[in-house]
């Protein structure tokens, strides 16, 4: 899919088809205004006649239109001004798109005007739009034997005044970068437990070696890994047949002595919860109880593409949770590689398990920050539903770094508390701390878990157990949260600018 900016008058250009948008209450758009008068009155005569009226979620495709050379006009709805947010923004780009997949047309120029997000600049609509398109571009088939036929539509122009040519090309590369990566991230997502294992994983980073100057990559296998004794993680991989890896994705954009930002992804392949199992229903989700991980993937791609000038790590904990006469078992005590003990009283309590060997293993690069990225707890969507995921974090300029940065890309997160008086609920009276906290305030005692191996550094935990992926008719892993990790780099990054500056 291309995306271009064009800035030429809509009325004289050749285009498969032209978009432009109706108000609510049949208010003519710019855009609409100039087709309106080039075709002396003929989409005003379509609005009298009662054809369409503004409304949010209307369109109507017009023919041979005198007066103007684009071959079709889609004429769109798009309501009231007032509710122009992020989602109507989204659903309207969407609804273009589902007008136009099906049919032949394979170029369409859109003139909206501005008009199709309140909250937007023009570099944040093409950022938003370029991620929706893309987004609804993406089908899964990779384990299916009927490919999905692609769509003709290849290529999207936006048209723009002059002056805002560069922030929406600008727009169109960023938006474009992020896609890609929530791509990555929603393939990896959907892949099944049997073909995205553990190992798997480790193949992927390998291949963004490959692709990308910038990045290096180092695997530990088990052996590593027991050598640096880190045996909670190793402890949730002890009953699978799979071997647990430890994935570090280098990302070098800055200088070489630039300390790192850390992002730290949960990658349990396959949560059966272990002896501790879980009960049948919907236990085909937990494959994406690795979508943490696959946001790390599709982050560090990303931010490569973008040439962020920074350094950036991404390490991936991967286990897949399996009961068998080898599994950790509930009452186990282990030693995870802080020194920490930890009695397993829950052995489906293992995202905290693999993240905290990783979070003290990361101490090694004096991080700035440390985001960990986890469907940890499905507390979490008792809290916030599948809209929004928790941030909890050890420092307050982090978590309303993190908070800005989702409400910027869309990926919005709210804060929970992290007070030392939940700590005590993690006490244990066989070892130094337990793995699980009893059945209230579930998402903040996991947290709590994790904040016993984050002292040493400022750090962030996302739980987005509610929003990674999407359940029923359109079952799926979402990409999120590639949209407010890149949008917390990016901004970390434009900041670290502004201060040499
Ligand atoms: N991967 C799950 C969390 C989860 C559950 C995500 C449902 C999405 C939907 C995690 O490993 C888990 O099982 N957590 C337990 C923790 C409990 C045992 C303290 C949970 O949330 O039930
Ligand atoms: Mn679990
Ligand atoms: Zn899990």
Known sequence: ????????????????????????????????????????????????????????GQHLMLRNIPGITAKRVLLVGLGETEKRADPVHKSIISSIFAQLKNSNINEVTIALDDKINKDADIYRQMRLSVQTFCGEFYEYDETKSTKATPSLLEAIRFAVPVASTQDAEAGILDGTAVANGMTVARELGNLPGNVCTPTYLSKEALELEQGYQNISCDILDEAAMAELGMHSLLSVGNGSAEDSQLIVIKYSGGEAAD????????????????????????????????????????????????????????????????????????????????????????????????????????????????????????????????????????????????????????????????WDEYQELLDSNFADIANIGGPSAGTITAACFLARFTEKYHWAHLDIAGVAWSKGKAKGATGRAVPILCQYLMNTAADQLDANA
């Not at 992804?265 to 059966?272: A, E, P, Q």
């Not at 991404?314 to 599994?327: C, K, L, Q, W």
């Not at 469907?375 to 309303?400: C, E, F, K, Y």
């Open 1 to 56: 899919m291309d995306f271009e900016i064009i800035n030429s008058d809509i009325s004289a250009i050749e285009t498969e088809c032209l978009v432009i948008g109706l108000e609510a209450d049949a208010v003519l758009s710019t855009s609409a205004q100039i087709i309106d008068k080039a075709a002396k009155g003929y989409i005003q005569s379509v609005i009298d006649d009662g054809d369409i009226s503004g409304k949010r």
């Open 259 to 418: 300390r790192p930002h850390v992002l730290v992804g949960k990658g349990v392949t396959f949560d059966t919860g272990g002896i501790s199992l879980k009960p049948g229903a919907a236990m085909d989700e937990m494959k994406f109880d690795m979508c943490g991980a696959a946001s790390v993937m599709g982050t560090m791609q990303a931010i490569a593409e973008m040439e962020l000038p920074m350094n950036v790590i991404g390490v991936i904990a991967a286990a897949e949770n399996m009961p068998s006469d080898r599994a950790t078992k509930p009452g186990d005590v282990i030693t995870t590689m802080s020194g920490k003990t930890v009695e397993v009283l829950n052995t489906d309590a293992e995202g905290r398990l693999v993240l905290c060997d990783a979070l003290t293993y990361v101490e090694r690069f004096d991080p700035i920050t440390v985001v960990d990225i986890a469907t940890l707890t499905g507390a979490v969507i008792v809290a916030l539903g599948h809209q929004t995921s928790a941030v909890l974090s050890n420092n307050d300029a982090l978590a309303a770094e993190l908070i800005e940065a989702g409400e910027y890309a869309s990926d919005r997160t709210w804060r929970l508390p992290l």
